[in-house]
């Protein structure tokens, strides 16, 4: 099956407009010929390295930075002490000590009266190369009064629990929002508690409840995060050069942090080696690199090793779930209720937009159709890195994603009934879209059952049901789970959705040149995702210009217009449907030229691809070519047209895009040992209309690896002392090539009827809907030992104590 | 100390301190940013480059290690404007997405075809494995490599 029309091919051989297409980023990739941003190196540049604390909480009694400063080669060593010295005119606070986070909380630069986790920035060495800034680490003295660390989120609310942000005054551990908000609820809370009470009153009804963690991961991109600052004394002109997926919103953020005027500012994102959300906070590194700029006059490279980017950059999830599901006994789900404990670190940096402090968790009620759904989200500060933005998070419907498929999987357990029937019985039926979920989000379009049952013809279920009867009767043990996910992207409605108060609608600029070539300028970031070749595809669609003739710029702001970036699976929702209606502008230019020429009214012509003609006179027209030349040219343009083509927008989606998915897993577990063999994985995704197809799928290839690592491997977990006990790959363990199965794709395409082009984005698709389907397939695998639940990562050890009945919490080195 | 060593073909004879890993020596002396560096631990294999024909992660060396050696890095695998068939198989399978642990990728790649022309994809998984990819999930990877296999050079680039 493909969702792609035949196109025509451009004497290049690309597609004109949607189709797979080789890609024009790879022929400077395969060369060596990136340009990264530790590839940046300016005349005179010095060199950084930050000091980190060992400890999780303690007072800092003092700071001898003298025999570091003596060391040959340094330039300077600069405190938190300094920094609180360093005024600055600024909309958020008077000093570059703290400096704010992403969701109105405050976070220290360098820690000037505590150290809040392991790994957090106490002082940062200048120095004229990168060896001399490491030597000086060590010659810095810091004497430390160790405090009691709160590791643990259950216990962060506990009388007597030590309190963290005493520097905002707090008394406890709690997180108020910007609204005034400790906890964050979603749904209707009475009648979904009522639905569960009768229902447990009810012999014809079940409840099923479980507590389901997911662990505290981390997105580890190859490249880690960094930054080269330059900041010209004289001019004031800042130009940063900078890991970021959100150039243009860093560029505001970096505004207000440093009280420098904007339009001084100049973010360049070059080419980013992998973000998965890890680059969109803004770091403490970021901005020392700026503030070592302006005390030293030149230019300042901060780069962080693997240890620095797991322990101190953007984690994710940390989401502790009590989920309880309600259901007829035959299987017709009734209610869900979740509870969260949120552990969101030391500062509340996660980047969620203002009204959805717990992102779009929101959407847990997953796939199904039922009536009552209620959440209550509950945030708290411990003693770990701050963040919670990172990692394919789509704000959290990876969590959502997650919670909902295993829950209804542990109520098929308990009906006894398959869980790919149980699914069945409950997809949103195809005639009820748009569908209103019971937490109030408008889910645009699915056919959910054919996606299912595509999945299932594609991974022969039946049979495989039928080989795991055969193999456990030999004391073979195979498991096989399903996951249905759908996610809501493409964030967002600028009416609902902000980031710091900046409105999610995305900026863009087409400029079509005298010879029929085009420059596309995006706010959107690329960190892999292939837009300067899927967003050439979208204009050539729209205007029948051959995409090796359309060039896109990005990750530059002085280049580009406004936007907020790429992260959320937002890139083709928001700044896709952008391209095509400046696309969709300069066509309705180009007729008005082309009346002009053809010396006829506008109404009296026809679009073909790349083509207008005269209605019922097909050989008389001007092709897009022609009327660009003639845009510029002395042809008489009617009383108010300029003449050119160029044209801007912004785009302000009505509403999230929801792709969706089913993805099937089928694992094969030695019971002596616990190892976990994926041996299949079967995924079928719909995400609308896909611009390019080959692009699409290796999206999935990589999120199914993503959602494989996460399930059996990867985890940043703590020890009572605050100890990290994920801090570099010898310990985050991340899955190779002999982890990963052979993937098998299929696609149904169901376009989103508000999105220009029909697309959904796909990003996050696979991250979010693959973790479940591996943990229920190793689950239902070990089933006949009475398991119906264990939480991630399914690590040897955890899956053979939940074999034994003795399940661990694998959060923590504690039993 | 003074080493002398050969890039690509070009020799090269530099002041380093001793402590300095290959890695760095590639990169900020020579300025061959195709090279990358991507872990504390050597891990993750994005440093990946030949030694005397062999794949190493330089990241586990000292330049004055390859001091009187033959090195080999992305940057030699094109001959002139035409492309490896490793380099060409990446393109045409979409073997990268973000390009960081490409060139690494392609060096171990490249090996393996010079001395199994045509290995099974267990095998090229398992020539792989020291090295970790985030975007592709390897599936590509692994077709990149095979699509190489099936198109030998039709003339020997040298290393």
């Known amino acids: 099956m493909t969702a792609v029309e035949e196109v025509p091919l451009s004497p290049a051989g690309n597609p004109i407009g949607f189709g797979s297409m080789k890609r024009v980023e790879d022929a400077r990739f395969v060369r060596g010929q990136g340009n990264y941003v530790d590839d940046v190196n300016l005349p005179g540049m010095l060199h950084s390295a930050i000091l980190r604390s060992p400890h999780a909480h303690a007072r800092i009694v003092s700071i001898d930075k003298s025999a570091a400063e003596a060391l040959p080669g340094v330039v300077l060593v600069i405190t938190g002490e300094m920094l609180?010295?360093?005024?600055?005119?600024?909309?958020?606070?008077?000093?570059?000590?703290?400096?704010?986070?992403?969701?109105?909380?405050?976070?220290?630069?360098?820690?000037?009266?505590?150290?809040?986790?392991?790994?957090?920035?106490?002082?940062?060495?200048?120095?004229?190369?990168?060896?001399?800034?490491?030597?000086?680490?060590?010659?810095?003295?810091?004497?430390?009064?160790?405090?009691?660390?709160?590791?643990?989120?259950?216990?962060?609310?506990?009388?007597?629990?030590?309190?963290?942000?005493?520097?905002?005054?707090?008394?406890?551990?709690?997180?108020?929002?910007?609204?005034?908000?400790?906890?964050?609820?979603?749904?209707?809370?009475?009648?979904?508690?009522?639905?569960?009470?009768?229902?447990?009153?009810?012999?014809?009804?079940?409840?099923?409840?479980?507590?389901?963690?997911?662990?505290?991961?981390?997105?580890?991109?190859?490249?880690?995060?960094?930054?080269?600052?330059?900041?010209?004394?004289?001019?004031?002109?800042?130009?940063?050069?900078?890991?970021?997926?959100?150039?243009?919103?860093?560029?505001?953020?970096?505004?207000?942090?440093?009280?420098?005027?904007?339009q001084k500012i100049r973010v360049i994102s070059p080419d980013i080696g992998g973000g998965f959300g890890n680059k969109v906070g803004v770091y403490p590194g970021y901005v020392l690199s700026i503030v070592g700029s302006l005390l030293t006059g030149k230019p300042v490279k901060w780069m962080e090793d693997r240890s620095e980017n797991l322990m101190s950059t953007s984690f994710a999830r940390d989401y502790h779930m009590k989920a309880t599901i309600a259901a007829t006994r035959e299987g017709k789900i009734l209610a869900v209720d979740v509870d969260v404990l949120a552990d969101h670190g030391a500062f509340n940096g996660v980047a969620q937009p203002t009204n959805y402090p717990a992102g779009f968790f929101h959407i847990?009620?997953?796939?199904?159709?039922?009536?009552?759904?209620?959440?209550?989200?509950?945030?708290?500060?411990?003693?770990?890195?701050?963040?919670?933005?990172?990692?394919?998070?789509?704000?959290?419907?990876?969590?959502?994603?997650?919670?909902i498929e295993r829950v209804v999987d542990c109520l098929a357990a308990e009906l006894?009934?398959?869980?790919?029937?149980?699914?069945?019985?409950?997809?949103?039926?195809?005639?009820?879209?748009?569908?209103?979920?019971?937490?109030?989000?408008?889910?645009?379009?699915?056919?959910?059952?054919?996606?299912?049952?595509?999945?299932?013809?594609?991974?022969?279920?039946?049979?495989?049901?039928?080989?795991?009867?055969?193999?456990?009767?030999?004391?073979?043990?195979?498991?096989?789970g399903i996951s249905f996910f759908t996610e809501g992207v493409g964030a967002g409605p600028r009416k609902t959705m902000d980031i710091l108060g900046l409105g999610m609608a995305d900026g863009i600029e087409l400029r079509v040149h005298p010879t029929g070539k085009a420059v596309l300028r995006l706010s959107v970031q690329s960190q892999g995702q292939a837009h300067e070749t899927t967003f050439a595809q979208i204009v050539s669609h729209e205007l029948g210009i051959p995409p090796e003739d359309i060039d896109v710029v990005h990750g530059d702001t002085d280049q580009t217009p406004f936007g907020l970036g790429t992260y959320g699976s937002r890139?083709?929702?928001?700044?896709?449907?952008?391209?095509?209606?400046?696309?969709?502008?300069?066509?309705?230019?180009?007729?008005?030229?082309?009346?002009?020429?053809?010396?006829?009214?506008?109404?009296?012509?026809?679009?073909?691809?790349?083509?207008?003609?005269?209605?019922?006179?097909?050989?008389?027209?001007?092709?897009?070519?022609?009327?660009?030349?003639?845009?510029?040219?002395?042809?008489?343009?009617?009383?108010?047209?300029?003449?050119?083509?160029?044209?801007?927008?912004?785009?302000?989606?009505?509403?999230?895009?929801?792709?969706?998915?089913?993805?099937?897993?089928?694992?094969?577990?030695?019971?002596?040992?616990?190892?976990?063999?994926?041996?299949?994985?079967?995924?079928?995704?719909?995400?609308?209309?896909?611009?390019?197809?080959?692009?699409?799928?290796?999206?999935?290839?990589?999120?199914?690896?993503?959602?494989?690592?996460?399930?059996?491997?990867?985890?940043?977990?703590?020890?009572?002392?605050?100890?990290?006990?994920?801090?570099?790959?010898?310990?985050?363990?991340?899955?190779?090539?002999?982890?990963?199965?052979?993937?098998?794709?299929g696609e149904t395409v169901t376009p989103s009827p508000h999105h220009p082009i029909g697309a959904k984005g796909v990003g996050e698709s696979a991250t979010v809907g693959s973790p479940a389907a591996v943990v229920n397939a190793v689950i239902d695998a070990i089933s006949p030992f009475g398991v119906r639940h264990a939480d991630m990562p399914l690590t040897p050890a955890n899956v053979w104590r939940a074999i034994q009945g003795r399940p661990m919490r694998t959060d923590m080195a504690v039993e | 100390m003074q080493i002398t060593l050969t890039v690509n073909g070009t020799e090269y004879t530099r002041d380093v301190e001793p402590r300095m890993l290959l890695v760095h020596f590639i990169r900020d002396e020579l300025l061959l940013r195709g090279t990358h560096w991507g872990c504390d631990t050597s891990n993750c294999g994005t440093c990946t480059l030949w030694v005397d024909g062999e794949p190493v992660k330089s990241c586990t060396m000292l330049a004055v290690m390859a001091d009187g050696r033959a090195?080999?890095?992305?940057?030699?695998?094109?001959?002139?404007?035409?492309?490896?068939?490793?380099?060409?198989?990446?393109?045409?399978?979409?073997?990268?997405?973000?390009?960081?642990?490409?060139?690494?990728?392609?060096?171990?790649?490249?090996?393996?075809?010079?001395?199994?022309?045509?290995?099974?994809?267990?095998?090229?998984?398992?020539?792989?494995?020291g090295q970790i990819c985030r975007c592709t999930g390897y599936k590509n990877i692994v077709s990149a490599i095979q699509w190489a296999a099936e198109h030998p050079a039709t003339s020997e680039v040298t290393s």
């Open chain 1, 84 to 262: 609180a010295g360093v005024p600055r005119p600024s909309l958020l606070g008077d000093n570059f000590a703290w400096m704010p986070t992403l969701s109105y909380d405050t976070q220290a630069v360098l820690a000037t009266d505590k150290v809040r986790f392991q790994g957090q920035e106490v002082a940062f060495v200048i120095a004229e190369s990168k060896y001399i800034a490491r030597d000086a680490l060590e010659l810095i003295d810091v004497e430390y009064d160790v405090l009691d660390a709160v590791m643990d989120a259950k216990k962060a609310m506990d009388p007597g629990a030590p309190v963290i942000r005493d520097d905002k005054g707090q008394t406890d551990n709690s997180i108020t929002d910007v609204h005034g908000n400790q906890s964050w609820e979603s749904g209707n809370a009475e009648a979904t508690a009522a639905a569960i009470a009768a229902a447990e009153a009810d012999p014809n009804c079940v409840v099923v409840t479980e507590q389901i963690l997911y662990p505290r991961v981390h997105p580890a991109p190859m490249e880690t995060c960094g930054s080269v600052a330059e900041l010209n004394p004289v001019t004031g002109q800042l130009t940063l050069y900078t890991t970021s997926q959100a150039p243009h919103a860093h560029r505001t953020v970096y505004a207000m942090v440093a009280g420098l005027p904007e």
């Open chain 1, 416 to 480: 006894q009934m398959d869980p790919a029937e149980l699914r069945l019985k409950n997809l949103i039926a195809a005639d009820k879209f748009p569908y209103m979920s019971p937490t109030g989000w408008e889910y645009d379009s699915g056919e959910y059952e054919k996606t299912m049952r595509l999945a299932m013809e594609i991974a022969g279920y039946d049979e495989l049901r039928r080989e795991q009867a055969e193999k456990r009767a030999k004391g073979e043990y195979m498991g096989i």
């Open chain 1, 571 to 745: 890139s083709t929702p928001v700044s896709g449907a952008a391209a095509s209606v400046v696309a969709r502008k300069v066509r309705e230019r180009a007729k008005i030229v082309a009346a002009a020429a053809l010396e006829c009214s506008p109404d009296d012509l026809e679009w073909e691809l790349g083509r207008w003609y005269v209605k019922g006179d097909k050989e008389r027209g001007k092709t897009i070519q022609e009327i660009a030349l003639l845009s510029h040219s002395s042809l008489e343009l009617p009383e108010g047209i300029e003449g050119h083509l160029d044209a801007t927008a912004v785009y302000n989606p009505p509403n999230l895009t929801y792709p969706y998915g089913c993805y099937i897993c089928v694992v094969d577990v030695d019971v002596l040992t616990g190892q976990v063999k994926v041996r299949r994985f079967i995924a079928v995704d719909d995400c609308g209309v896909r611009i390019n197809p080959m692009v699409v799928e290796g999206q999935v290839h990589g999120g199914l690896a993503d959602g494989i690592g996460m399930a059996l491997m990867e985890l940043i977990a703590f020890d009572e002392d605050g100890n990290c006990l994920g801090g570099s790959f010898m310990d985050y363990l991340l899955p190779t090539a002999m982890e990963c199965p052979d993937y098998e794709l």
């Open chain 1, 364 to 403: 847990f009620s997953g796939s199904y159709d039922y009536p009552n759904a209620h959440c209550k989200v509950t945030p708290v500060y411990t003693n770990k890195a701050p963040g919670g933005v990172a990692y394919a998070c789509s704000f959290r419907i990876t969590e959502a994603a997650y919670v």
């Open chain 2, 71 to 129: 090195i080999r890095t992305v940057e030699g695998l094109a001959n002139g404007a035409e492309l490896d068939p490793i380099q060409q198989g990446f393109i045409e399978c979409h073997g990268l997405q973000c390009g960081f642990c490409t060139p690494g990728m392609m060096m171990t790649g490249r090996w393996l075809l010079d001395n199994n022309p045509n290995p099974s994809e267990g095998e090229i998984r398992e020539c792989i494995s």
